[in-house]
């Protein structure tokens, strides 16, 4: 069975710092994309960043220079660094695993709010 569990949301003020981590299981975690989304009440959920399984990334422009992705193979565990945080990245965070003809996961979302 195939769980991916999300930690690490919180309420935070405006220009703080949160670290969400993912830890993924039941699944080879090195042969997985790993993503981040994120989903606004009454927005539509988006992409926030990628870090692919050799470690390249890409990061949406909103959160470009604010956020980091980064990924511990060894311990199936994928993070996302927040920093200089808005009222606006107030959303709940979904963690997404991704390889092609494998299928895609999702975890249940932990809650980043941001206060001003």
């Known amino acids: 069975q195939v769980q991916l569990v999300e930690s690490g949301g919180g309420l935070v003020q405006a220009g703080g710092s949160l670290r969400l981590s993912c830890t993924a299981s039941?699944?080879?975690?090195?042969?997985?994309?790993m993503r981040w989304y994120r989903q606004a009440p009454g927005k539509q959920r988006e992409l926030v960043s990628t870090?692919?399984?050799?470690?390249?990334?890409y990061y949406a422009d909103s959160v470009k220079g604010r956020f980091t992705s980064s990924r511990d193979n060894a311990e199936n565990t994928v993070y996302l660094q927040m920093n200089s945080l808005k009222p606006e990245d107030t959303a709940v965070y979904y963690c997404?695993?991704?390889?092609?003809?494998?299928?895609?996961?999702w975890g249940q979302g932990t809650q980043v709010t941001v206060s001003s």
């Open positions: 039941g699944i080879t975690f090195s042969g997985y994309i």
């Open positions: 997404n695993a991704y390889r092609a003809l494998y299928g895609q996961y």
């Open positions: 870090i692919g399984s050799g470690g390249n990334t």
